[in-house]
T-cell receptor, first 114, second 115 residues
Framework: AQSVTQLDSHVSVSEGTPVLLRCNYS??????LFWYVQHPNKGLQLLLK??????LVKGINGFEAEFKKSETSFHLTKPSAHMSDAAEYFC????????????FGSGTQLTVLP | DAMVIQNPRYQVTQFGKPVTLSCSQT?????MYWYQQKSSQAPKLLFH???????NEADTPDNFQSRRPNTSFCFLDIRSPGLGDAAMYLC??????????????FGPGTRLTVL
């Protein structure tokens, strides 16, 4: 069984300050982990993915995430928030070898204040 | 650019009136998925096709059906929409290889309103 917990349902930051969106996972197997972003009334866009290679994963738009097995975490960070980063972010885990079995976190709504 | 396309982006239907949502892809992926996403919730998988093989999730209501006439297209049919079916419907694709790097790519979604 696998599960994902996004620790914050809402995060609010000021433009130009760092972003931290927290995600913890549970998996009986070697997991693949993803972060997706969803802007209002849009589909999900892949930000980055971890698939057992480098533990620090760089994604699009300046986002990165670090896989920490000892902490079962995959937190998403960005050094400097931009207004266009305001969106819903989903942490997703899938069992290695099975892209069909996605388990979504409940989502974190990021607000960026001017 | 290769992509996942959904039409229409917004669909309004009446209670009980059948509706069909469309998804097409230029990625030549083997697997196509349909998700339902209600407001402020995570997407919920309804079913998927691996090539022509249809795989229904156990809790997907019978009211929801799907067709995949060819590799590129997949349709979601809602036979008798109820008010509770109002949601965003997301189509996704993946290559389908059983590797840890397989990734799902999502379309922009269709927002369904039921009057």
């Amino acid at each position: 069984a696998q599960s994902v917990t996004q620790l914050d349902s809402h995060v609010s930051v000021s433009e130009g300050t760092p972003v931290l969106l927290r995600c913890n996972y549970s998996s009986s197997y070697s997991p693949s982990l993803f972060w997706y972003v969803q802007h209002p009334n849009k589909g999900l866009q892949l930000l980055l993915k971890y698939t057992s290679a480098a533990t620090l994963v760089k994604g699009i738009n300046g986002f990165e995430a670090e896989f920490k097995k000892s902490e079962t975490s995959f937190h998403l960070t960005k050094p400097s928030a931009h207004m266009s980063d305001a969106a819903e972010y989903f942490c997703v885990v899938t069992r290695s070898g099975s892209a069909r079995q996605l388990t979504f976190g409940s989502g974190t709504q990021l607000t960026v204040l001017p | 650019d290769a992509m996942v396309i959904q039409n229409p982006r917004y669909q309004v239907t009446q209670f009980g009136k059948p509706v069909t949502l469309s998804c097409s892809q230029t990625l030549n992926h083997n697997v196509m998925y349909w998700y339902q996403q209600k407001s402020s919730q995570a997407p919920k998988l309804l079913f998927h096709y691996y090539d022509k093989d249809f795989n229904n999730e156990a809790d997907t209501p019978d009211n929801f059906q799907s067709r995949r006439p060819n590799t590129s297209f997949c349709f979601l049919d809602i036979r008798s929409p109820g008010l509770g079916d109002a949601a965003m419907y997301l189509c996704a694709t993946s290559l389908g290889e059983v590797t840890s790097t397989d990734t799902q790519y999502f379309g922009p979604g269709t927002r369904l309103t039921v009057l």
